[in-house]
């Protein structure tokens, strides 16, 4: 019987060698410590209103509009469907020049209330105004206190080229709005800012 030639390596396998380089156990361990970490505020909840902070009370700005038509809908609501804000205020600006190009001049802006809800799980509103500015503060305090914010800037095209589409900016940090979607892939969910307790 003979054995492996002197000096010579055993034979490993594929999967050793892997395990060389990767510690499997520590990758396991490492896994389950980050799922733990993102689950956790979830799991302390015990049954009441989630954390403030977790993914189910992130607030979304939704837009949409249908092609042809002069109405944009907006609806702000959580991820989770039953969580309750305890207000949901929503200012616009209609009546200045931009059609998509550069941001518009956000301190020049004439405000005015759109939304002004307490104690509830959406709001929402319509409006011909085009193009219209939004300013979009969430205030979530069911379990631990979370402000979400964004403000925004929307313009649509019916039938100037390129025909229907909706363009989008934000200078909130924190805020990614897609510059261009084609209104046929409407609806837009747009995640608001966290920003903590502190507030906007």
Same mark, same amino acid.
Not at 1 to 4: H, K
Not at 20 to 35: D, H, K, S, T
């Given at each position: 019987? /003979?054995?492996?030639a002197? %000096? ?6 594929? $999967? /050793?060698?892997? &395990? !060389? ?8 361990? =490492? ?7 993102? +689950? ?5 909840? *015990?049954?009441g ?6 993914? +189910? ?7 949409? $509009?249908? =092609?042809? !038509? ?6 702000? $609501? ?5 969580? $309750?804000?305890?207000?949901? !205020? ?5 009546? #200045? ?12 802006? =004439? ?7 307490? @104690?509830?799980?959406?709001?929402? #509103?319509?409006? *011909? ?5 939004? @300013? ?6 069911? @379990? ?12 649509a ?5 390129? =025909?229907?589409?909706?363009? &989008? +900016?934000?200078?909130?940090? %924190? ?5 261009? @979607? ?13 920003? &903590?307790s502190? %507030?906007?």
């Open positions: 019987m /003979s054995g492996p002197a %000096g010579a390596p055993p034979s490993v396998g594929h $999967r /050793s060698r892997i &395990g !060389e380089y990767v510690p499997l156990p520590l990758v396991a361990v =490492a896994m389950l410590l980050v799922g733990l970490l993102v +689950l956790t505020p979830l799991l302390l909840s *015990s049954g209103p989630p954390a403030a902070g977790t993914v +189910l009370t992130q607030a979304d700005l939704i837009v949409d $509009r249908v =092609a042809g !038509e002069n109405v944009t809908h907006f609806y702000v $609501r959580a991820v989770g469907l039953t969580v $309750r804000y305890a207000s949901i !205020e929503v200012t616009s600006a209609s009546g #200045f020049a931009w059609t998509g190009t550069s941001p518009p001049s956000w301190d020049s802006l =004439a405000w005015g209330p759109a939304v002004n809800a307490t @104690n509830v799980l959406s709001a929402s #509103f319509a409006t *011909s105004d085009n193009p219209i500015a939004l @300013n979009v503060t969430v205030l979530y305090n069911a @379990n631990g206190v979370a402000y979400y914010v964004g403000t925004f800037s929307f313009y095209t019916n039938t100037t080229a390129p =025909a229907n589409t909706l363009y &989008g +900016l934000s200078p909130t940090s %924190g805020v990614t709005v897609p510059y261009q @979607n084609g209104l046929a892939s409407l609806p837009l969910a747009i995640p608001l800012a966290d920003v &903590g502190g %507030g906007p």
